[in-house]
C-alpha cells in the first residue's frame, strides 16, 4: 500500500487555477510507471466532480473522466505529467481543499488529499 504523503505528492503544487468553464491542476507520476484505470470523484471544497465534468490530458491526448476503464486507460509513466480539466464552479480565490481519486491497473483505487491555491 502506498502512504497517503507519497500519493499527495504527485500533485503539482501551484499548478490549481480557475479556467472559462472550471478549474484544472496537474499531476506528474512520480511514483513508478502505470495504466490510470479511473479518475473522480474529485471534491474541491464542497462541490463533487465525476464523470464527463473530468477530463484528463496526458501528451495530446484527451479522455474525459467517464470514458477512463480497464478497456480505455491513460498511460502514466514515470514523469509524465497529466493535466485535469474540471467543469463546473470557478473556484474562490484562497486556499482551496482537493480531495482526487483515481484507480490504477496495479493498485487499484486511491484518494489523496492536497491543499493549494487559487
Same mark, same amino acid.
Request: negative net charge; without cysteine.
Given at each position: ?50 464523470? /464527463?465534468?473530468?477530463?484528463?490530458? @496526458?501528451?495530446?491526448? @484527451? ?29 474562490? /480565490? ?5 480531495? @482526487? ?18
Amino acid at each position: 500500500m502506498i502512504p497517503p504523503s507519497t500519493l499527495a505528492s504527485v500533485y503539482v503544487k501551484g499548478s490549481l487555477k480557475n479556467t472559462d468553464d472550471g478549474f484544472e491542476f496537474a499531476l506528474r507520476n512520480n511514483i513508478e510507471s502505470t495504466m490510470l484505470s479511473g479518475i473522480g470523484p474529485i471534491v474541491a471544497g464542497e462541490q463533487t466532480y465525476s464523470g /464527463a465534468a473530468i477530463t484528463v490530458a @496526458v501528451g495530446g491526448r @484527451v479522455w474525459q473522466g467517464d470514458q477512463v476503464g480497464w478497456r480505455n486507460p491513460v498511460p502514466a509513466s514515470v514523469g509524465t505529467t497529466m493535466e485535469v480539466r474540471v467543469q463546473g464552479e470557478q473556484l474562490p /480565490a484562497g486556499p482551496v481543499r482537493l480531495a @482526487v481519486t483515481a484507480a490504477s491497473t496495479d493498485i487499484g483505487s486511491v484518494t489523496f488529499e492536497v491543499t493549494d491555491t487559487v
